[in-house]
């Protein structure tokens, strides 16, 4: 697996500032591989 370089959406005195930060990072997903939106899952 291959990662994307980091991107960081706060800045940096907002961080130190905050007394939780929390990242998400996508391992895997289907709209990638081609596997299409289903009714009643992600709408």
């Known amino acids: 697996m291959v990662r ?5 959406a706060a800045p940096a005195a907002l961080i130190a500032a905050a007394d939780t930060v929390t990242e998400v990072v996508m391992v895997k997903h289907a709209f990638p591989a081609g596997i299409k ?7």
Request: aromatic share 8%; glycine share 8%.
């Open 37 to 43: 939106a289903m009714p009643g899952m992600e709408f």
């Open 4 to 8: 994307k370089k980091e991107v960081v």
